[in-house]
């Protein structure tokens, strides 16, 4: 079923719900010129849908000007018999809601919506919008003329019925599909980058609200215009504690023992059991933690002890129609995992917990699973994919920190990569190719394999198969499937070319091996941006045996190799904090990149200890427990950069959440510029401290 609400800002382009507007009136006066006919075609991404459609004539009630006449081919007699605008309206509203409009010049088409919708006294809110005028332009600044003609040659697409509402809708609708490769072209793939770049045409935006595009009906036009921004609402934002009240509170009488208490608790599977009676305000509530508190503190008969002298009074309570995130930050103020919901007259209608809280979380995180293992082609991939920022903001509201976050995230870029596997293969079976030719494996390299993807994953994958060199084109053919597939539905192709449609990136275990150890004698310290995260990586598909032994066969070479692993330190050393004179940030336009000078030099200390006490660890805050436990590492500076890494991690998720908002592309670059004081100083106090571990490890990570 459609969504009634617009699609958020990071929704990937390819997994966009839209419909292509265009109006014909009667004339290019918004404020005063009337709907003479409407047609609207819906797309999901580049593809054109047959359903929904609209194609209406529109009575305007005023007489048809010659000049309108002319252009369009419309006149009186034409719309005579057509309904008033108010009546056409519903079926408009149906096709548009929860849609981005997308069109030529389509401020002009909301503009007159708008005010038509003002003269009927209908309630409007402009949707979300894309102009492929101000898209194409954007993209070639030089072109002189922005004009639909003008634009379908250029993109081969055909206008038929030129003016007519359907067909210049049909036109545009042809010319967008064609403008989402281009758009990926320039790296822009989500609705929020779309908008971002169309609003560099400044001119365009200065010379429509000049022309009142954007004039609101009885208001003085904005003096600075911008394309509407779709907003995330996060879940817990929305959702009221009644709506995760599952059952009715249990209750018992203040005058049953502890062991009463306990066997309702346990016959019921609940933590919690309110005393007194329902339908009455609860007198006390008792807690599994209760129980356990008590049992600890002193010997209790639990068949004596009433439960209300262990009860807690009074109980804290919520009414049900309070927002969830209140609830949360009540039971985090005061330390409790229950609370009691209750209706307006005070009356406990349901007791809450972390627990339940936790459920609903990871419902929303098995649609993940369940859309993308439905996922048949890459549109319905990037769809899936389009839900992860939403599913990291709601973690976050929730309290989980960035690498929490990041091992779902990392989990759904594994994924991804497995169906975009699935999917490659059968379209090669189809194709003929036939099945594999000998056994494989597709690996996730860097930040996926670790389990410390945040919102900005590129393509890190490779190909390890048990054929031989006469077998590579087909593996190649994988690859290639593998990495189209995943462009297109979100995650780019990687700059460095770490990817199994890569020759150096797929092979035998035997051309691995051969490779691993050409590494291992012959790195040069500017290869190992690439080479180290292959230590990193975890097999998603296949044969995972053949990834397993692998992994377990490189780490073990490269633990003995002093040569490699003193040029890893090399390179470690070279990934310095960005600080300045006196232990001060080191800013670039406001805003400082924690990868390269926080997240890259504690995940390669880490790797790169963890290696020499040939640890086959993934994730850096276990590597860095090993190093320790290898005596690499002290276990005070193993928990020192432990804690760094995740809060540096949870500063950079928190950035791209927001820039993600704001339809900017998120990266590592944290913005420092207006902050708080005492957070960009603790900032500097963490980078100094990994600064100095960093100059204290010198020997051990290169001895």
């Given at each position: 079923?459609?969504?009634?609400?617009?699609?958020?800002?990071?929704?990937?382009?390819?997994?966009?719900?839209?419909?292509?507007?265009?109006?014909?009136?009667?004339?290019?006066?918004?404020?005063?010129?009337?709907?003479?006919?409407?047609?609207?075609?819906?797309?999901?991404?580049?593809?054109?849908?047959?359903?929904?459609?609209?194609?209406?004539?529109?009575?305007?009630?005023?007489?048809?000007?010659?000049?309108?006449?002319?252009?369009?081919?419309?006149?009186?007699?034409?719309?005579?018999?057509?309904?008033?605008?108010?009546?056409?309206?519903?079926?408009?509203?149906?096709?548009?809601?929860?849609?981005?409009?997308?069109?030529?010049?389509?401020?002009?088409?909301?503009?007159?919506?708008?005010?038509?919708?003002?003269?009927?006294?209908?309630?409007?809110?402009?949707?979300?919008?894309?102009?492929?005028?101000?898209?194409?332009?954007?993209?070639?600044?030089?072109?002189?003329?922005?004009?639909?003609?003008?634009?379908?040659?250029?993109?081969?697409?055909?206008?038929?019925?030129?003016?007519?509402?359907?067909?210049?809708?049909?036109?545009?609708?042809?010319?967008?599909?064609?403008?989402?490769?281009?758009?990926?072209?320039?790296?822009?793939?989500?609705?929020?980058?779309?908008?971002?770049?169309?609003?560099?045409?400044?001119?365009?935006?200065?010379?429509?609200?000049?022309?009142?595009?954007?004039?609101?009906?009885?208001?003085?036009?904005?003096?600075?215009?911008?394309?509407?921004?779709?907003?995330?609402?996060?879940?817990?934002?929305?959702?009221?504690?009644?709506?995760?009240?599952?059952?009715?509170?249990?209750?018992?009488?203040?005058?049953?023992?502890?062991?009463?208490?306990?066997?309702?608790?346990?016959?019921?599977?609940?933590?919690?059991?309110?005393?007194?009676?329902?339908?009455?305000?609860?007198?006390?509530?008792?807690?599994?933690?209760?129980?356990?508190?008590?049992?600890?503190?002193?010997?209790?008969?639990?068949?004596?002890?009433?439960?209300?002298?262990?009860?807690?009074?009074?109980?804290?309570?919520?009414?049900?129609?309070?927002?969830?995130?209140?609830?949360?930050?009540?039971?985090?103020?005061?330390?409790?995992?229950?609370?009691?919901?209750?209706?307006?007259?005070?009356?406990?209608?349901?007791?809450?917990?972390?627990?339940?809280?936790?459920?609903?979380?990871?419902?929303?995180?098995?649609?993940?699973?369940?859309?993308?293992?439905?996922?048949?082609?890459?549109?319905?991939?990037?769809?899936?994919?389009?839900?992860?920022?939403?599913?990291?903001?709601?973690?976050?509201?929730?309290?989980?920190?960035?690498?929490?976050?990041?091992?779902?995230?990392?989990?759904?870029?594994?994924?991804?990569?497995?169906?975009?596997?699935?999917?490659?293969?059968?379209?090669?079976?189809?194709?003929?190719?036939?099945?594999?030719?000998?056994d494989w494996c597709v690996l996730v390299l860097g930040s996926g394999g670790r389990g410390e993807s945040l919102l900005v994953a590129d393509q890190d994958n490779a190909i390890v198969h048990a054929g031989g060199a006469q077998d590579d084109a087909w593996f190649a053919e994988l690859g290639a499937g593998i990495a189209t597939l995943l462009d297109e539905a979100g995650i780019p192709r990687c700059k460095g070319g770490v990817m199994g449609a890569n020759a150096e990136w797929r092979g035998t275990l035997a051309d691995w091996k051969s490779r691993v150890d050409g590494w291992l004698r012959r790195a040069k310290p500017d290869d190992?941006?690439?080479?180290?995260?292959?230590?990193?990586?975890?097999?998603?598909?296949?044969?995972?045996?053949?990834?397993?032994?692998?992994?377990?066969?490189?780490?073990?070479?490269?633990?003995?190799?002093?040569?490699?692993?003193?040029?890893?330190?090399?390179?470690?050393?070279?990934?310095?904090?960005?600080?300045?004179?006196?232990?001060?940030?080191?800013?670039?336009?406001?805003?400082?990149?924690?990868?390269?000078?926080?997240?890259?030099?504690?995940?390669?200390?880490?790797?790169?200890?963890?290696?020499?006490?040939?640890?086959?660890?993934?994730?850096?805050?276990?590597?860095?427990?090993?190093?320790?436990?290898?005596?690499?590492?002290?276990?005070?500076?193993?928990?020192?950069?432990?804690?760094?890494?995740?809060?540096?991690?949870?500063?950079?998720?928190?950035?791209?959440?927001?820039?993600?908002?704001?339809?900017?592309?998120?990266?590592?670059?944290?913005?420092?510029?207006?902050?708080?004081?005492?957070?960009?100083?603790?900032?500097?106090?963490?980078?100094?401290?990994?600064?100095?571990?960093?100059?204290?490890?010198?020997?051990?990570?290169?001895?």
């Open positions: 079923m459609q969504s009634t609400l617009p699609p958020p800002s990071h929704t990937a382009l390819n997994a966009l719900p839209i419909a292509v507007l265009d109006l014909e009136t009667t004339g290019l006066d918004v404020r005063r010129d009337r709907v003479v006919q409407v047609g609207a075609i819906a797309m999901l991404g580049a593809r054109i849908l047959d359903a929904p459609r609209i194609e209406q004539l529109v009575n305007p009630g005023v007489p048809m000007p010659e000049t309108a006449e002319r252009i369009h081919g419309l006149g009186d007699a034409d719309v005579a018999g057509a309904p008033r605008f108010a009546a056409v309206y519903p079926a408009l509203h149906a096709m548009l809601a929860g849609r981005v409009i997308v069109g030529h010049n389509v401020a002009f088409d909301l503009a007159v919506l708008r005010h038509e919708a003002a003269r009927e006294g209908i309630a409007w809110q402009d949707p979300p919008a894309l102009d492929i005028a101000m898209l194409v332009g954007a993209l070639e600044p030089a072109l002189p003329d922005l004009g639909l003609e003008t634009i379908a040659s250029d993109f081969d697409v055909q206008i038929d019925h030129r003016h007519s509402a359907l067909g210049d809708s049909l036109a545009a609708a042809e010319v967008f599909a064609r403008l989402i490769p281009k758009l990926r072209e320039a790296d822009v793939r989500t609705l929020g980058e779309a908008q971002a770049l169309a609003e560099k045409r400044d001119d365009l935006v200065r010379r429509q609200a000049e022309a009142g595009w954007y004039a609101v009906p009885g208001e003085a036009p904005p003096a600075r215009p911008t394309l509407p921004v779709a907003r995330i609402d996060s879940y817990l934002y929305e959702r009221r504690l009644k709506d995760l009240i599952g059952r009715p509170p249990l209750f018992i009488s203040h005058e049953a023992t502890l062991r009463d208490a306990i066997r309702e608790m346990h016959a019921n599977r609940v933590g919690a059991i309110l005393i007194g009676r329902a339908g009455a305000q609860p007198e006390g509530i008792l807690t599994e933690r209760d129980v356990l508190r008590e049992s600890a503190e002193a010997k209790l008969d639990f068949d004596r002890t009433p439960v209300r002298s262990v009860m807690t009074s009074p109980v804290e309570v919520m009414p049900s129609d309070e927002l969830v995130y209140r609830a949360l930050g009540r039971m985090d103020r005061l330390g409790f995992r229950h609370l009691c919901v209750v209706d307006e007259h005070g009356i406990a209608i349901g007791v809450l917990s972390q627990r339940d809280v936790l459920h609903h979380r990871v419902s929303a995180a098995m649609v993940l699973g369940d859309a993308l293992q439905a996922a048949d082609d890459a549109a319905s991939m990037a769809a899936s994919h389009s839900q992860v920022p939403e599913v990291a903001r709601r973690l976050v509201a929730e309290g989980m920190g960035g690498t929490e976050v990041a091992a779902v995230v990392s989990h759904e870029v594994r994924a991804l990569t497995a169906r975009a596997t699935e999917l490659t293969l059968a379209r090669m079976a189809n194709d003929g190719r036939g099945a594999p030719p000998a190992l941006m690439n080479i180290d995260i292959f230590f990193d990586f975890l097999p998603v598909a296949g044969d995972s045996q053949l990834g397993h032994r692998l992994h377990a066969d490189a780490v073990a070479a490269a633990s003995h190799s002093p040569t490699f692993l003193a040029l890893l330190a090399e390179w470690v050393d070279r990934l310095r904090p960005p600080l300045g004179m006196f232990g001060r940030l080191r800013s670039k336009e406001g805003r400082v990149d924690l990868k390269r000078g926080g997240l890259m030099p504690i995940v390669s200390i880490a790797r790169t200890l963890a290696l020499r006490v040939g640890s086959t660890a993934r994730t850096t805050a276990d590597r860095l427990r090993d190093a320790a436990a290898g005596g690499r590492l002290s276990e005070s500076d193993a928990s020192t950069l432990a804690g760094i890494h995740a809060d540096l991690m949870s500063r950079v998720l928190r950035q791209q959440l927001i820039d993600l908002g704001e339809g900017v592309r998120p990266s590592s670059r944290v913005a420092v510029n207006g902050e708080p004081r005492n957070a960009v100083r603790s900032l500097a106090r963490q980078l100094r401290t990994l600064d100095e571990i960093m100059n204290g490890l010198r020997g051990a990570v290169a001895g």
